[in-house]
């Protein structure tokens, strides 16, 4: 191992530390934003309770506190468990269901890669490292650093194997209850994400043949290209029928309005979780907010260019016939030009936020929209609609590429 290895380790455990933080504090944040904008739908006040005594005034930070009010009720609620229950089943499935789709943010690129032009600095310069690295040395005067934490050739693949583990979490959730309802909820939500997991799968294959990878990080890099000059291949260009199918498929995977069957409230009460309390209760609420963030995360990922910003990258410009390095220019004078690659950086991880929430806003609006299909109808547009509607785009797609790369 060398020391810029190392140095590499470092920053991508950093990193995956950062992005839990951020995808944690961002699924609270989102339980108050969904009471808002469903209150605000319904023509309601929403939550604005909750608040904290100051100088003899209620602060009440526009309902803010209702998610720390939240998870104070939670912590003090008794953890049931019903009688003839599994309880280590019990115990493990909300586990299960919170921890799978935090693991697939590993791969996903949520900033582009940042090129260091500075110094090299000698392993015996560094604290505790020089005895480790004799004569070996950090070489930030070339260095390409990484913000991913795993970037891995067959990504998606990683992604789609690593989801569908989650089912587990649910059946055993519904088996170890102990209840007939739960238990139902359990079988739908089986059905349900097996069944939408291969159209899900097949509407992503046609954006692999389009950008000819698997990996995340190299779909998101060829986005970056432009179609005569002005227009960024993002996939919602390349792939629209693809997005709509993806968008679709996503939704019933993560359980949501107007695909809730597993859950039904007026059906079968709450489902899978409804033998559940206290924190183990929170950990399914969690990780239904978690879903829908991977689910925004993926969107913006293959159809939305990622963390590319049109027209510019850390390396220079382009717009039609104009062309460039950033080095030389007014801007690289002014920032520095390490200055301006971490500026653009910046800028590109704000990208990838704002679409990141514009859609977590979308998926709320389609939830608050939208009623509840039937089983029938759940089953019917997911095997006779969607999946015949995957393996055209397919066949499309590959005639289209045929064609467009001369190979007919």
């Known amino acids: 191992m060398t020391l810029d290895i190392l140095f590499q380790m470092v920053v991508s455990a950093i990193w995956a530390l950062a992005i839990f933080a951020g995808v944690a504090n961002l699924a609270g ?3 108050w934003v969904e009471r808002k904008l469903s209150s605000m739908i319904q023509d309601r006040i929403g939550p604005n309770r909750a608040n904290v005594r100051l100088f003899g005034t209620n602060i009440t930070v526009i309902g803010l506190l209702h998610p720390i009010a939240d998870a104070v009720k939670m912590f003090m609620k008794e953890d049931f468990v019903p009688a003839g229950a599994n309880r280590v089943l019990h115990t493990l499935a909300p586990m299960i269901c919170l921890f799978i789709p935090f693991v697939v943010f590993c791969v996903l690129p949520f900033v582009g890669p940042l090129h260091i032009q500075w ?3 000698p392993a015996s310069d560094i604290w505790l490292i020089g005895s480790l690295f004799p004569g070996d040395a950090l070489h930030l005067s070339d260095y390409t650093l990484y913000f991913m934490v795993a970037d891995l050739d067959m990504g998606m693949l990683f992604v789609f194997g690593i989801a569908s583990l989650g089912v587990y979490g649910v059946l055993l959730a519904g088996y170890a209850s102990n209840n007939k309802y739960s238990f139902l909820g359990a079988l739908r939500a ?19 043949m389009v950008y000819g990878s698997l ?6 890099e060829h986005q970056g290209k432009l179609l005569w000059g002005i227009i960024p291949l993002w ?8 997005f709509l199918l993806f968008l679709a498929c996503g939704v019933a995977e993560i359980k949501k309005i107007p695909f809730d069957l597993p859950e039904g409230e007026s059906e079968i009460i709450a489902g899978y979780f409804l033998e559940y309390s206290s924190l183990k209760f929170t950990m399914f609420l969690f990780a239904e907010y978690v879903e829908m963030i991977l689910l925004s995360a993926l969107i913006t990922t293959l159809f939305f260019g990622g963390w590319q910003i049109p027209w510019i990258d850390g390396e220079g410009y382009r717009f039609w016939q104009w062309a460039g390095p950033w080095a030389g220019t007014w801007l690289a004078q002014t920032f520095g030009l390490n200055g301006l690659r971490i500026l653009i950086a910046l800028l590109q991880g704000l990208k990838f936020t704002v679409f990141l929430c514009v859609w977590i806003y979308v998926l709320f609006m389609i939830r608050w929209t939208f009623p509840r299909v039937r089983y029938d109808q759940l089953m019917k547009i997911g095997w006779k609609m969607i999946l015949p509607l995957a393996l055209l785009n397919i066949v499309a797609t590959g005639a289209f590429l045929a064609v467009w790369r001369g190979w007919v």
Do not use: H, R
Request: some cysteine; glycine content about 10%; charged content about 10%.
């Open 215 to 220: 990996s995340l990080n190299t779909i998101v």
């Open 235 to 242: 996939g919602i260009f390349t792939q629209f029928p693809a």
């Open 190 to 208: 089986a059905n349900q994400m097996i069944g939408y997991e291969v159209a899900l799968g097949l509407t992503a294959v046609g954006v692999f």
């Open 29 to 31: 944040l989102c339980t």
């Open 119 to 121: 110094k090299d600095i």
